[in-house]
Protein backbone atom coordinates (compact mmCIF):
# COMPACT_ATOMS: atom_id res chain seq x y z
CA UNK A 1 0.00 0.00 0.00
CA UNK A 2 1.12 3.19 -0.76
CA UNK A 3 1.16 6.25 1.28
CA UNK A 4 0.73 9.56 0.39
CA UNK A 5 1.06 12.20 1.71
CA UNK A 6 -0.82 16.22 0.45
CA UNK A 7 0.54 19.12 0.72
CA UNK A 8 -2.40 21.77 1.73
CA UNK A 9 -1.96 25.64 0.79
CA UNK A 10 -4.23 28.07 3.45
CA UNK A 11 -4.70 31.36 2.65
CA UNK A 12 -4.50 33.83 5.92
CA UNK A 13 -6.03 37.01 5.11
CA UNK A 14 -5.30 38.50 8.68
CA UNK A 15 -3.35 38.36 11.30
CA UNK A 16 -6.25 36.85 13.57
CA UNK A 17 -6.66 33.37 11.32
CA UNK A 18 -2.56 33.04 11.32
CA UNK A 19 -2.27 33.42 14.96
CA UNK A 20 -5.02 30.73 15.87
CA UNK A 21 -3.61 28.36 13.27
CA UNK A 22 -0.30 28.93 15.02
CA UNK A 23 -1.71 28.54 18.33
CA UNK A 24 -3.37 25.15 16.94
CA UNK A 25 0.23 24.32 15.17
CA UNK A 26 1.48 23.98 18.90
CA UNK A 27 -1.02 21.53 20.35
CA UNK A 28 0.12 17.79 20.21
CA UNK A 29 -1.96 16.28 17.98
CA UNK A 30 -0.94 19.17 15.01
CA UNK A 31 2.43 17.57 15.46
CA UNK A 32 1.93 15.25 13.36
CA UNK A 33 1.25 17.40 10.33
CA UNK A 34 4.41 19.36 8.92
CA UNK A 35 3.92 23.34 8.97
CA UNK A 36 5.37 26.07 7.06
CA UNK A 37 4.89 29.70 6.31
CA UNK A 38 5.01 31.74 3.48
CA UNK A 39 5.18 35.13 3.68
CA UNK A 40 7.41 38.21 2.22
CA UNK A 41 7.54 39.88 5.59
CA UNK A 42 8.65 39.76 9.05
CA UNK A 43 6.13 37.66 11.36
CA UNK A 44 6.52 36.36 15.10
CA UNK A 45 6.25 32.71 14.57
CA UNK A 46 5.98 29.78 16.81
CA UNK A 47 8.18 27.12 16.97
CA UNK A 48 5.49 24.81 15.37
CA UNK A 49 5.34 27.07 12.13
CA UNK A 50 8.67 27.73 10.67
CA UNK A 51 8.80 30.40 8.19
CA UNK A 52 10.23 29.10 4.82
CA UNK A 53 13.86 30.16 4.02
CA UNK A 54 15.24 31.35 0.05
CA UNK A 55 16.65 27.59 0.12
CA UNK A 56 13.48 26.09 0.54
CA UNK A 57 11.90 28.08 -1.97
CA UNK A 58 14.34 27.98 -4.56
CA UNK A 59 14.08 24.51 -6.95
CA UNK A 60 17.77 23.40 -5.19
CA UNK A 61 16.83 19.54 -5.24
CA UNK A 62 14.68 19.70 -8.65
CA UNK A 63 17.97 21.59 -10.37
CA UNK A 64 20.66 19.29 -8.58
CA UNK A 65 19.07 15.81 -9.94
CA UNK A 66 18.68 17.43 -13.54
CA UNK A 67 21.99 18.21 -13.63
CA UNK A 68 23.65 14.86 -12.23
CA UNK A 69 20.98 12.91 -14.70
CA UNK A 70 22.74 15.20 -17.54
CA UNK A 71 26.37 14.70 -16.58
CA UNK A 72 25.89 11.17 -16.52
CA UNK A 73 24.31 11.19 -19.55
CA UNK A 74 27.41 13.16 -21.12
CA UNK A 75 29.67 10.90 -19.36
CA UNK A 76 28.32 7.79 -20.69
CA UNK A 77 28.10 9.70 -24.21
CA UNK A 78 31.86 10.01 -23.93
CA UNK A 79 32.85 6.82 -22.45
CA UNK A 80 31.06 5.32 -25.36
CA UNK A 81 33.24 7.83 -28.00
CA UNK A 82 36.61 6.96 -26.63
CA UNK A 83 35.80 2.74 -25.61
CA UNK A 84 37.78 2.01 -29.04
CA UNK A 85 40.63 3.10 -28.02
CA UNK A 86 40.73 2.06 -24.50
CA UNK A 87 43.15 -1.49 -25.22
CA UNK A 88 45.77 0.94 -26.47
CA UNK A 89 45.67 3.30 -22.64
CA UNK A 90 47.87 1.83 -19.68
CA UNK A 91 45.45 -0.24 -16.82
CA UNK A 92 45.59 3.41 -14.39
CA UNK A 93 44.77 5.41 -17.66
CA UNK A 94 41.49 2.99 -18.09
CA UNK A 95 40.76 3.00 -14.46
CA UNK A 96 40.74 7.12 -14.23
CA UNK A 97 38.45 7.23 -17.66
CA UNK A 98 36.03 4.56 -16.80
CA UNK A 99 35.22 5.65 -12.88
CA UNK A 100 37.22 8.78 -12.74
CA UNK A 101 35.39 10.72 -15.48
CA UNK A 102 31.80 9.57 -14.98
CA UNK A 103 32.02 10.54 -11.07
CA UNK A 104 34.11 13.73 -11.80
CA UNK A 105 31.06 14.55 -14.35
CA UNK A 106 28.01 13.51 -11.91
CA UNK A 107 29.83 15.67 -9.01
CA UNK A 108 30.00 18.85 -11.07
CA UNK A 109 26.54 18.10 -12.55
CA UNK A 110 25.10 17.82 -9.42
CA UNK A 111 26.84 20.83 -8.12
CA UNK A 112 25.86 23.28 -10.75
CA UNK A 113 22.74 21.80 -10.63
CA UNK A 114 22.15 23.00 -7.94
CA UNK A 115 23.80 26.66 -7.99
CA UNK A 116 21.73 27.54 -10.74
CA UNK A 117 18.88 26.14 -9.02
CA UNK A 118 19.32 28.44 -6.04
CA UNK A 119 18.55 30.97 -8.73
CA UNK A 120 14.95 29.39 -9.69
CA UNK A 121 11.77 29.90 -7.51
CA UNK A 122 10.43 26.22 -6.80
CA UNK A 123 7.51 25.42 -9.26
CA UNK A 124 5.29 24.57 -6.65
CA UNK A 125 5.40 27.39 -4.48
CA UNK A 126 5.34 30.04 -7.53
CA UNK A 127 1.79 29.73 -7.48
CA UNK A 128 1.46 31.60 -4.40
CA UNK A 129 3.62 34.31 -5.36
CA UNK A 130 0.33 36.51 -6.24
CA UNK A 131 -1.00 36.35 -2.80
CA UNK A 132 2.20 37.26 -1.20
CA UNK A 133 2.64 40.06 -3.38
CA UNK A 134 -0.66 41.38 -1.59
CA UNK A 135 1.07 41.48 1.51
CA UNK A 136 -0.92 37.79 2.69
CA UNK A 137 0.65 35.11 3.90
CA UNK A 138 -0.15 31.45 2.79
CA UNK A 139 0.57 28.71 5.16
CA UNK A 140 1.61 25.37 3.56
CA UNK A 141 0.93 21.85 5.42
CA UNK A 142 2.03 18.52 4.98
CA UNK A 143 -0.33 15.90 5.97
CA UNK A 144 -1.31 12.38 5.68
CA UNK A 145 -4.44 12.27 3.00
CA UNK A 146 -6.47 10.39 5.88
CA UNK A 147 -5.94 13.41 7.99
CA UNK A 148 -7.11 16.27 5.04
CA UNK A 149 -10.34 16.52 6.53
CA UNK A 150 -9.57 17.20 10.06
CA UNK A 151 -7.69 19.68 8.87
CA UNK A 152 -9.62 21.34 6.80
CA UNK A 153 -12.05 21.52 9.44
CA UNK A 154 -9.35 23.49 11.78
CA UNK A 155 -7.82 25.59 9.49
CA UNK A 156 -11.58 26.96 8.88
CA UNK A 157 -12.35 27.12 12.20
CA UNK A 158 -9.31 29.35 12.60
CA UNK A 159 -10.33 31.20 9.52
CA UNK A 160 -8.16 30.43 6.75
CA UNK A 161 -9.45 29.59 2.81
CA UNK A 162 -8.14 26.71 1.27
CA UNK A 163 -6.32 27.66 -1.74
CA UNK A 164 -5.32 23.87 -3.19
CA UNK A 165 -3.88 20.83 -2.79
CA UNK A 166 -1.01 18.44 -4.03
CA UNK A 167 -0.41 14.82 -3.02
CA UNK A 168 2.61 13.22 -3.48
CA UNK A 169 3.92 9.63 -2.50
CA UNK A 170 6.22 8.57 -0.23
CA UNK A 171 9.76 8.16 -1.26
CA UNK A 172 9.65 10.61 -4.30
CA UNK A 173 10.97 14.33 -4.29
CA UNK A 174 8.95 15.65 -6.39
CA UNK A 175 6.84 13.55 -9.07
CA UNK A 176 4.49 12.90 -9.16
CA UNK A 177 2.18 15.67 -7.54
CA UNK A 178 -0.74 15.76 -8.59
CA UNK A 179 -2.75 19.60 -8.38
CA UNK A 180 -6.07 19.23 -7.40
CA UNK A 181 -8.78 21.62 -9.43
CA UNK A 182 -8.95 24.02 -6.51
CA UNK A 183 -8.16 27.72 -6.97
CA UNK A 184 -4.68 27.22 -6.63
CA UNK A 185 -4.23 25.47 -10.16
CA UNK A 186 -5.72 28.02 -11.89
Keep these: MKKTMKKLYFLAA ?3 GLHAAMQYASEPLAGIWRWRLLTNRPVRSVA ?18 RGAFWALALSLLL ?20 YGLPLSLVFFG ?10 VSNPVYAQCQPYLARGQQVLVVDCRARHERLLRRQMARCGLSLLGSRQRYFGS ?14
Design 48 to 65: AVPPLGDVARSDLLGALW
Design 110 to 119: AWLGGLLGLM
Design 173 to 186: YRYPQNPSPDRLSR
Design 79 to 98: LTALWPFAHEWSPLLRVVMF
Design 14 to 16: DES
